[in-house]
């Protein structure tokens, strides 16, 4: 007996219509790239496991799928070695591939091997899916698409506002309503120094990062377990809870870090962002949140999260400044500035929210049903002129009963139906059924097309 086929957890099939609509989330995001001169390019699935590793954390490095060696993978591997029974030691020498945990860190591969190719300031954008061994849960998947946009070269903010822009638009064209919150990785530096724990700033944000999912007490604990002082935590509480405008949060701010360059320095550019946008036409809230950390480790700037606010579900955006990340793969001194939309949650806030635009997931617009070989000859004459025209048409393949070629219309959601028969044939004209209202004409081609894009 045949086993029940199934699918990896945390992942999914999209039907037709879902794809109609990740396609409309896809062009929406792709459209507003383009309008601020974003360029396309794209990354193999595998990439080479010492491309990935040591660039998201320990966490983020436990997450990475790895790709099992082709061939004899037991060459080299001591019996000592396979009886040690030391997972992650003899993934090393299993795996030397691993399928991408984002886009961001394949981009700066990409960049340093393609460099004399690229004029800089670089603008990409890649839409693709990333996989993470994470634990699949709602809104949280194994495998997923991301919508990234980057730039790099530049050390302008005015990257950083103009990614808002982008963010600002691409929801607005959803309907999606958001909150932008944005922090600075150099503020966060700032606060460690200033509590006498500049040495720990990773345990740090990893742990602030998780206020949300966790709450304040487990952050203070986690604090706690990575050796953080009582009397240090205790200094980070009012800053975690700082509460107030924009304005005064970035006032108490400057006093907070009077003794920090770093810290005084993310505020600067954290003041500059915010005032520069204030005095634009922005739709969705922009929210200084100190408690904002990005758990990955090579932001170093401005970093950004974006929460919608009529459903409950993670974050479906993120970015942030990142300064040094080429110099991992030998080219230093490029500094580059980033987003990424995450699709599947885009996704699922739009169902749930059911703000797809009715033309978006509608697929087929008109069926000519099939009553015999004449018939059928007549009206594949009559579909070229309507496709011609961009109408989605089809021609119902097999000469079945009426009614199960009507059935496949209502199933498909088709709005119009194209009958011709020999009346038809003999006046040159079709008659054609709105599925909606039941209401039938008799027309031309011509008449036909026009009623429709009407």
């Known amino acids: 007996m045949a086993a029940n086929p199934s699918i990896p957890k945390g992942t999914r099939d999209f039907s037709p219509v879902e794809m109609a609509k990740r396609n409309y989330i896809f062009n929406t995001i792709r459209e507003v790239y383009h309008l601020y001169g974003f360029q396309q390019i794209e990354t193999p699935a595998m ?5 990935l590793m040591g660039k998201y ?9 790895k790709i099992q060696n082709s061939g004899d993978y037991f060459s080299g591997i001591t019996d000592e070695e396979l009886l040690g029974r030391n997972a992650a030691k003899l993934a090393s020498k299993f795996c030397e591939k691993g399928l991408r945990y984002d886009l961001t860190v394949p981009f700066a591969r990409y960049v340093v091997m393609h460099r004399e190719e690229i004029t800089f ?14 634990r699949p849960q709602k809104g949280r998947y194994r495998e997923f ?7 790099v070269g530049s050390n302008s903010l005015l990257n950083e506002v103009e990614l808002m822009q982008i963010v600002d638009a691409v929801f607005t064209r959803f309907g999606i309503r958001v909150c932008i919150k944005i922090n600075n990785r150099k503020i966060l530096t700032g606060l460690a120094e200033v509590i006498g724990e500049a040495d720990k700033i990773v345990d740090i944000t990893v742990a602030i990062d998780k206020l949300d999912k ?21 200094k980070l509480q009012p800053i975690i809870l700082l509460s107030g405008t924009n304005e005064e949060k970035l006032t108490v701010l400057k006093q907070v870090l009077a003794e920090s360059e770093t810290g005084l320095k993310g505020v600067e550019e954290s003041e500059f962002i915010l005032k520069t946008l204030s005095g634009l036409s922005m739709t969705n809230e922009i929210e200084l949140d100190l408690t904002l950390a990005r758990g990955l480790n090579y932001y170093t700037g401005a970093i950004f999260e974006v929460k919608a606010l009529d459903v409950q ?3 479906i955006t993120g970015g942030g400044r990142y300064d040094n990340l080429t110099g991992v793969f030998g080219m230093a001194g490029v500094s580059g500035v980033g987003i990424s939309f995450g699709a599947d949650r885009i996704f699922d806030v739009l169902n749930q929210l059911e703000l797809y635009p009715k033309e978006a997931v509608n697929g087929t617009q008109l069926l000519f049903i099939n009553f015999g070989d004449k018939e059928a000859a007549y009206s594949i004459n009559a579909l070229a002129k309507v496709r011609a025209e961009g109408i989605r048409a089809e021609i119902y393949p097999d000469a079945a009963k009426m009614k199960k070629q009507m059935s496949y219309a209502n199933a498909k959601s088709i709005p119009f139906v194209a009958l011709v028969g020999e009346n038809e044939m003999n006046e040159g004209k079709i008659t054609l059924k709105n599925m909606e209202s039941g209401e039938q004409t008799l027309v031309t081609t011509d008449e036909l097309i026009s009623l429709i894009n009407r």
């Open 47 to 51: 990439e080479m496991l010492s491309t």
């Open 57 to 65: 954390g320990d966490e983020g490095d436990k997450l990475l799928f």
């Open 121 to 134: 300031p670089f603008k990409r954008y890649q839409i693709q899916p990333v996989w993470r061994a994470d």
């Open 145 to 151: 698409y991301q919508c990234d946009a980057d730039v």
């Open 214 to 234: 966790i709450g304040l007490d487990n952050v203070n604990a986690e604090l706690k377990e990575k050796g953080i002082s009582d009397e240090a935590i205790a």
């Open 313 to 315: 579900i993670g974050s």
